[in-house]
């Protein structure tokens, strides 16, 4: 099963310099120096880790009936919007 590379070119977010980084559904495969690239080019940076997250996409964390799904649901959009790696935190009274 074969599986479908992508890349995607841009400005290092430490560096400013551009780079290539190839990429599949599982994991990041290359990453090299790039020529150029376009001038409306993504700033390319690592993914986030917030270290506490109560709720997101309208989830809340701390509700007596949060399900599964609803936890996966907030899951997905963290990832989808940067931020993969995260602390789920409970607040007290």
């Not at 074969?2 to 780079?19: A, E, L, N, P």
């Not at 949060?66 to 940067?82: F, H, P, Q, W």
Request: proline share 3%.
């Amino acid at each position: 099963m074969s599986t479908h590379i992508q890349s995607i070119t841009g400005r290092h977010w430490k560096t400013g310099d551009w780079i290539s980084i190839e990429f599949n559904q599982k994991k990041i495969l290359c990453v090299s120096s790039a020529a150029h690239g376009s001038r409306n080019a993504p700033w390319l940076a690592p993914s986030l880790l917030d270290l506490q997250v109560n709720g997101y996409g309208g989830v809340d964390f701390q509700k007596q009936s949060l399900t599964e799904a609803s936890l996966m649901k907030a899951v997905e959009a963290l990832n989808r919007d940067g931020c993969p790696r995260f602390f789920l935190t409970l607040t007290t009274s």
